[in-house]
Every structure is written in C-alpha cells, then in structure tokens.
C-alpha cells in the first residue's frame, strides 16, 4: 500500500505538509486533501492518484489539462461581473506535472479553491439555475479551443452503443451471474430501448452535433459554488476533458441535478424534477446561445435520456462483470445504482412533452 503522505512530499508545496486525509466522493480516484502550511497562512491542496484501470494512458490526461489551462487562464481576469476558478497544477519537486509511484500508478497535484461548498444533492432551484449557469459558462470558455489539441484519454467514453454491446456480451456469459428480481428488471429495461442508445451518435454522424471539447463529468458534486454568493465558480473534475460532444454534458448535468433523491437512492423515490430541468436550462441556454445550433436544441431532451439510461448500463455492466470499475460501499451496490439511474430515466420519458416544451420557450428566436 502506498503511503500517500510520502507521495505528498514528492510535490513543490508551498510550504510544510501537515496532514494527509482522505477526501470527496469520487467513484473512480483516490483523492486526499493536503493541507500545507508556511510562515504566513495554512493551505489545503488536492492530491489525486488516476486509477489506472479506468485511464490507461494517465499522461495524456495530464497533457489535457495543460492544453485547458493555456486556452482558459488568459480569458479569466477579462470576464466580467463573474468569478471563474480553474484548479492550478502544482508541480513535483523536479518540475514535472506529475508523479509516477513504484507501482507506475500517476499522481498529481491541484490547488483548492477555497470558500466554496460542493453538493450530492440540489438544494433548490436557484442553486439549480446557478449550475447551469456555470456549466454554460465553462462551456463558453472552451468551444473555441480547438478539440484536436486534447487527448482522447477514455475511447468510448458516453458512446452509448459501445457501452451497450459490452453488456451484450457480458449478459450473454456474466462473469457474476445475478438471477435476482432487480437484475431481471435490468435486463429488460435495457432490452425495452436499445433503439433508443444510438440518438446522439447517430446525430453526430449526420453532422448535426459536432466534436468539440467537452467536460465529460459535470454532475452536481463536482460544481463548486461560493459559500458567500452561491454563485457557481468552478468545475472541478477535469480528467474527463476530451473531445465529445456537448450533449453528453448537457444530459449528465441534467440527469444529476434533476435527481434530488441522489444517485444512492432508493429507486422507488427517484424522479426527474422538473422544475430543476427548467432552472438549469435557464442557466444554461443563454451562455451557450452564440454558438448553440436548431440541432443542438433538439437534442436536450435525447441527452438527458440518454445519458441516465447510460450511467444505469454502465452501474449494470460493472455489476454483472464484478464490479471492476466503480469503487462499491457494498456488495450489490452497482446493482442498485443501476436502479437509481433507470428509474430516473424512466421518469424522464414520462415528461418528455414537458421537457420538450421547456426547451422550445428558452429557445432563441
Ligand atoms: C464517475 O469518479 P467520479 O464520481 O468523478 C464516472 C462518471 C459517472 C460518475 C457517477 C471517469 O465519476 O462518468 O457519471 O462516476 N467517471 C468516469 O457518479 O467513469
Ligand atoms: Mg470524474
């Protein structure tokens, strides 16, 4: 087990380490709070290991960021009326961006954008305006940077149909095989809308939603807001900043903000808020009204059905294969997060007339 507290010490902190601790929500990375002091004033830095099984190629990541840093970092002090936080690196004692440990597994380091509070679940429709607010903004500072600078650092990532076919075949010979009531409800939900998986790929190939750079992983808990205004400041997160398309944020934002029950909760509670879905896109849409297309509009409401119904595949999949990819609190835990988010898409599709009309009155003329 590596001790993460002498991985600390391998960074350039400004400053004397003084505790490592575990920290954040996060399904995927190990994250840990270090908090640093000097002469003057104690700081708290993120310390984050990439795990290797989900990024196989972690530099690119690393390239990624730089490539997000150079383009945004210039635009910032210019913006007006509106504070915007971009985590900095903080590099190695060497100079480098990161760390590699004896077992080659990458770290780095981040600073901590403090004064900022972040949420599992949406406290109210202001909040949820703000989230959109600021999802439109992050996405108004990158759609100009052109996306063949970046990486793909996760091929396949929220491609609907590559997810499907690996279920396929993991349905066809599970490596766990799972005969419970849930796991059948699963298997046929799934079976009820394999049509459906292919909408936002299929657009992209006709040419109506185009690759661009995208966040990749902006759910609710990885906004910060300013304790002092609630205003959205930052997104964090940015391992998932690659090309792809918009929707696939757009959809993941709404499938998460939308579900104040939470991604653990009991399936039988979960819905899709309507009234979060019209604040965010309140939010949003007028950030993103410049380079947004009819096309783009269109697609909101396949996005955020898309979107829930994949994260559930994705929750099924790496339950039926042994949970090899989300970190679980316990066993069957994949399993039920499945539920949450086919549940949430379930209740998507019910409102799809409201949804689609909430679209059409924020559309511009
Ligand atoms: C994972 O690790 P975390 O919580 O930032 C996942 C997202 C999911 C999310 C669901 C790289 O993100 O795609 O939407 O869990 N990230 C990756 O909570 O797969
Ligand atoms: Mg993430």
């Not at 400004?14 to 575990?22: A, D, I, K, S, Y």
């Not at 190990?30 to 990439?50: G, H, K, N, P, S």
């Not at 954008?113 to 949820?128: G, H, K, L, M």
């Not at 997160?237 to 998460?256: E, F, Q």
Request: charged share 25%; proline share 8%.
């Amino acid at each position: 087990m590596i001790d993460p507290a002498a991985i600390a010490r391998q960074f350039a902190f400004p400053g004397e380490v003084l505790t490592v601790r575990e920290y954040g929500s996060g399904n995927v990375n190990d994250t840990y709070l270090v908090r640093v002091a000097d002469t003057e004033a104690v700081r708290d830095f993120i310390l984050q290991r990439l795990n290797p099984h989900v990024f196989p190629h972690p530099e690119r990541i690393m390239h990624n960021l730089r490539v997000l840093d150079d383009h945004v970092r210039p635009k910032l002090p210019a913006q007006p009326n509106r504070r915007w936080e971009l985590p900095r690196i903080i590099p190695t004692r060497t100079g480098a961006d990161y760390h590699r440990d004896p077992d080659s597994a990458l770290w780095r380091a981040q600073s901590f954008i403090a004064d900022t509070e972040s949420f599992d679940a949406i406290a109210d429709v202001s909040q949820a305006e703000e989230a959109g607010r600021g999802l439109g903004f992050f996405h108004g500072l990158i759609h100009d940077l052109p996306v063949h600078l970046l990486h793909d650092t996760l091929p396949g990532f929220h491609v609907t149909p590559g997810y499907l076919a690996r279920y396929t075949a993991l349905a066809t010979a599970p490596p766990r095989p799972d005969p419970s009531p849930e796991a059948l409800f699963c298997h046929r939900f799934i079976a009820e809308r394999k049509e459906a998986a292919g909408v936002l790929e299929a657009a992209h190939l006709r040419g109506e939603l185009p690759a661009c750079p995208i966040h990749g992983d902006p759910k609710l808990a990885n906004i910060l807001f300013a304790r002092d205004t609630g205003q959205a400041i930052s997104l964090i997160d940015l391992d998932t900043v690659k090309p792809g398309l918009l929707h696939y944020d757009i959809g993941d934002c709404l499938r998460s903000c939308c579900n104040p029950a939470g991604e653990d909760a009991n399936p039988a509670k979960v819905s899709f808020n309507l009234a979060c879905c019209a604040a965010i896109l309140r939010g949003y849409l007028p950030q993103v009204a410049p380079f947004f297309s009819v096309a783009d509009y269109h697609y909101i409401y396949d996005a955020v059905r898309i979107i829930a119904f994949e994260l559930g595949l994705r929750f099924f999949s790496d339950h039926l294969a042994g949970d090899l990819y989300f970190r679980i609190k316990r066993p069957g835990h994949n399993l039920r997060r499945a539920m949450v988010q086919f549940a949430l898409c379930r209740s998507v599709e019910a409102q799809e007339a409201e949804i689609r009309a909430i679209v059409r009155d924020l559309q511009k003329p």
